[in-house]
């Protein structure tokens, strides 16, 4: 017959026996609750309660199926890399194959606000590896309509394609909208550039105006002295002699035939342009039989006169 404190000391094992028991028996009991399977709360913790204990946790829910949230972060089940987006359904049916702040999205179409800058002027609009790039027409037009906008590098440059995370023109057609085509020529895409060509740099303003109607490194550019002398410009500025592939005031004879010649007395060839004379010589500078024209010449002072 045991005695009473011998009673007391084996209840008391019996109790740590039948607790040990009932944790053994309650390590799998979340695995069968809603949350396991919808939110990864599948271990148990010290309390009792249902947690997310690991990325096989995780793994085994709707949303990494789903939404290819499938890593353990903070707590919860998350899109932590490319990989699980991937193997998602959102992947396959939305095209959400990237992972951004913990979700899966497609980057094609996002605007992220760390790229704005780089967004507005290059079209490199979202987050990758660590740098704004560019993945689609969407991101270099500006819009996911057929019109570009106007301040984007599509309609400005006729950059339109997204290759290797920038945008870079790939058919004539989208330079020829730009404005970059109606400005300075550049209306056919070579290399991922839009260029000039001899035809549109001859029917281009560029011709008639400042005489470049040839073509130099994929830009318009004089090319012809005869070029020069036909522009417009060669009667309004004395621009008409070619030098260096643009045309130039060389000399005092180009600018005397010339409007802001007889109209701003600016008949002085200096740096590729016409000026007019300064007071301190300028082109008026005196010469070597005599003064400068402008020159002001003194008279004797009278006797007994201060002056």
Do not use: W
Not at 132 to 161: I, M
Not at 173 to 190: G, I, P, R, Y
Not at 193 to 221: F, H, Q, R, W, Y
Not at 259 to 276: E, H, L, M, S, T
Request: hydrophobic share 30%.
């Amino acid at each position: 017959m045991l005695k009473a404190g011998e009673t007391r000391f084996f209840g008391i094992l019996a109790l740590v026996f039948l607790g040990s028991l009932s944790a053994c028996d309650n390590k799998d009991a979340c695995k069968t609750v809603p949350e396991c399977q919808h939110q990864g709360k599948c271990t148990v913790d010290q309390s009792g309660a249902c947690k997310v204990g690991s990325d096989q946790d995780c793994r085994a829910t709707e949303p990494c199926k789903l939404h290819g949230k499938c890593t353990l972060k903070d707590g919860a089940c998350t899109g932590q890399f490319d990989d699980d987006c991937k193997s998602s359904e959102d992947c396959q049916k939305l095209s959400a194959c990237n992972v951004y702040n913990g979700a899966c999205i497609d980057l094609t179409k996002a605007f992220h606000a760390e790229c704005a800058k780089t967004c507005a002027t290059e079209g490199k609009c979202v987050m990758k590896a660590g740098q704004c790039v560019a993945l689609s027409r969407q991101h270099c037009a500006g819009t996911s309509e057929e019109k570009a906008e106007a301040e984007s590098v599509c309609k400005k440059q006729g950059f339109c394609a997204a290759d290797n995370g920038r945008c870079v023109a790939t058919s004539n057609e989208d330079c020829a909208k730009s404005v970059a085509c109606k400005e300075q020529s550049l209306c056919a895409a070579k290399d991922g550039l839009c260029v000039a060509t001899d035809e549109d740099c001859k029917k281009g303003n560029s011709c008639t105006s400042d005489g470049k109607c040839g073509v130099k490194d994929g830009k318009c550019a004089a090319i012809s002295a005869t070029d020069c002398k036909q522009s417009s410009r060669c009667k309004l500025d004395g621009t008409c002699t070619l030098k260096d592939g643009a045309c130039i005031a060389a000399s005092d004879g180009d600018c005397h035939s010339s409007n802001v010649c007889a109209k701003a007395k600016r008949c002085i060839a200096k740096g590729g342009v016409c000026v007019g004379a300064t007071k301190s010589g300028g082109g008026g500078q005196a010469g070597p039989s005599g003064p400068a024209p402008d020159a002001v010449v003194k008279k004797p002072a009278a006797p007994g006169s201060f002056f």
